[in-house]
């Protein structure tokens, strides 16, 4: 069907279902498109250059490749989907091997046209390949939650991406238990020798050692406070977040949970509540005013005067989670973290912007608090949060 068609109704609901299943066949094969880059295409099919389909291919071609690799591929999977040649099998990423050329990967050539409604894609299996009750492969599914585990959060556009990727999230959390540190203390049995308390003890037989007095580790378990920044530069990453932070109030024995943005909130009451969904609920309630601005120092000040001496002790580690955007004087935040870092054992700072190309901390907020932060670390996607358990084990 011709590319022309699409300016007779560019924005009805077939137009949006097609760009939609566009826009995830690029993802599938790496390129970065996210919900601005769908809604600039949107306007693109509303506009002139969609009534010919070279100036369609130019105006998404420019809006969606970022890197030489996707301008290599654009043009094949364009001709793929749009005007129905060029690819002929279907595949998704998956543990199935593909048939179209290397690095590429897309739905079913010739079954959709340009305003049709969504067909069943026709996935190709190898041989030996095991299929669930649901119809998946299960080496589909794997693929599937490795994927989910790379890609930015930014980046999850569906409904369903978004659900599997909380759904992992608490998951991991809950894998990652509380990791113990240990202090030595008198056993009977045990790795050492407790040399002191055994002359001690044998004092009452003459000076012989007849009872060996051991020193065993005993476990004490690591306290965890999170700070998740709720203001509006995070919004794309505070949904998941808040899912990995009730995974970790339910995992961890000692652990405490707040959010900021102009002010600091206490959630750890509402993510203790078993059902996930309530546990959002009650804590959507709490936290009214995310999505603004953002007073990092401010809400540091608080903790620091509030809560602090309740949740912290020497075996804690701070973590706070802030793309380190601060309304406030940069140095009142340089003046709080270095009050935290005297409490705490430990300080790490998760900033999803390490995960983009060519980041570097330049705001202000930021260099502040660089100074008192024993972990700077990228927490863009699930791989990045799994990073973290090697660095929790260590305290």
């Not at 094969?29 to 100036?55: H, Q, Y």
């Not at 693929?143 to 585990?149: H, K, N």
């Not at 009451?269 to 546990?279: D, G, S, T, V």
């Not at 075996?315 to 705490?344: F, K």
Request: glycine share 8%.
């Amino acid at each position: 069907m011709s590319v022309a068609l699409a300016t007779q109704n560019p924005l009805g609901a077939a137009a949006r279902t097609q760009l939609n299943g566009f826009a995830q066949i690029l993802r599938d094969n790496g390129f970065v498109v996210g919900l601005a880059e769908t809604r600039d295409a949107l306007m693109i099919l509303s506009s002139k250059n969609a009534a010919r389909a070279s100036r369609l291919r130019a105006s998404l071609k420019t809006l969606f490749c970022s890197r030489q690799s996707d301008w290599q591929k654009f043009d094949e999977l364009f001709d793929a989907y749009w005007l129905s040649h060029g690819m002929k099998s279907a595949t998704r990423i998956s543990g199935a091997p593909q048939k179209s050329p290397t690095g590429l990967q897309t739905q079913a050539a010739g079954r959709r046209g340009f305003g049709e409604s969504d067909q069943a894609d026709h996935v190709e299996r190898g041989e030996g390949s095991e299929v669930s009750e649901t119809g998946q492969s299960k080496r589909e599914g794997a693929s599937r939650t490795e994927l989910l585990s790379t890609t930015d959060f930014r980046h999850l556009s569906q409904p369903e991406d978004l659900a599997a990727a909380h759904d992992l999230a608490e998951r991991l959390a809950k894998s990652m238990r509380a990791r113990l540190t240990r202090r030595m203390h008198a056993r009977r049995t045990g790795q050492r020798l407790d040399l002191r308390r055994t002359i001690h003890k044998s004092i009452a037989q003459g000076g012989t050692p007849l009872q060996l007095i051991q020193r065993k580790r005993k476990d004490k378990p690591l306290r965890l406070v999170v700070l998740l920044d709720a203001s509006g530069s995070m919004n794309l990453y505070s949904a998941v977040f808040l899912r990995f932070m009730h995974g970790v109030l339910d995992s961890f024995r000692e652990a405490e949970a707040f959010v900021f943005h102009t002010r600091l909130i206490h959630i750890s009451p509402a993510l203790k509540e078993r059902n996930p969904q309530r546990a959002m609920e009650r804590m959507s309630l709490l936290a009214q005013g995310t999505g603004g601005g953002t007073r990092i120092g401010a809400s540091l000040a608080s903790f620091n005067r509030w809560h602090a001496k309740r949740c912290i002790h020497s075996r804690t580690c701070v973590m706070i989670v802030s793309d380190g955007y601060d309304t406030g004087p940069a140095e009142n935040l340089g003046v709080e973290m270095q009050a935290l870092r005297r409490r705490c054992r430990r300080i790490a700072w998760l900033n999803p912007m390490i995960g983009w190309h060519g980041y570097a901390p330049e705001a202000a907020g930021m260099k502040a608090a660089l100074p008192h932060i024993d972990l700077f670390a990228p927490a863009h996607n699930l791989e990045s949060l799994k990073a973290l358990e090697p660095y929790l084990a260590r305290i």
